[in-house]
């Protein structure tokens, strides 16, 4: 894992970002800061007219653990793609399995919420519904390691089994067979007919984005970890504008030298008409 503004990182950027390229990023923690309550987070200004100028060079996904509802509600900008429940909402097709998903989380629900009627966990836990995926919330409890280790002891007696993503202070379960993030790119990436893309997140969920090891997609993680799959890092999420910029002014530059050919060429056919 390297710093993405070193050299190596400039030549995959140089070899990645370039016409075709599909722009994808996780939302939370990475196009938008991390707030105490879901519901506080929103992408601040200078990151959101990047996103805008952006999509004007290159089609823009946004790959997030919320719903697609949620994440449209709060997010000010409409990307080209926008995918969530870690993966299972929203890609093409998916509509297909959405009442299947939405069968196992209310069984889930319905399980969890009765249990913590029951009292006895950390009092500060709350349970978020997304329809299709189902997340458990610790990071306001007294004791988090506490609050994490009865909540796996609760989650590992629900049946069907759910797939379980840990995050930051959040497990969240998702249906065993649903496609995850790395499957959604994967997907994303052909219905664009992009030829390559490049890839922005933050946290567990986006490992399955990391783990591909495409070579045509250029993972990058917001802050180093010893254990990731992600190729490059950038310090922290605040370099998340630094690299919009360097995406729009690459893509930008590929334009402006498009646009001289262009000219060149024309003027070139007209001096072989004027012949
Ligand atoms: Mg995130």
Sequence with gaps: MAYLFT????????????????????FDGTLAPIAPQPDQVHIRHGVLQRLNTLRRHAPVAVITGRSVEDARARMRFEPDYLVGNHGLEGVPGWNGHAAEYEKFCRQWRAELSERMGRGGLEPAIWLEDKRYSLSLHYRAAEH????EKQLADLVATLRPKPRIIGGKCVLNLVPVDAPDKGQA????LRDSQCESAIYVGDDAT???VFRLRDR???TVRIGHAAHTAAAFFLDNRSEVAILLDELIVRLRGVHHQNQARSRA???????????
């Design 7 to 26: 050299e190596s990182g400039r030549a995959r950027l140089a070899e990645v970002v370039k016409p075709g390229v599909l722009c994808a990023f996780d």
């Design 144 to 147: 988090r390691s506490l609050a």
């Design 185 to 188: 790119l994967a997907q994303l």
């Design 206 to 208: 986006d490992e399955d």
């Design 216 to 218: 045509s997609i250029l």
């Design 265 to 275: 060429g024309d003027r070139l056919d007209g001096a072989m008409t004027s012949r």
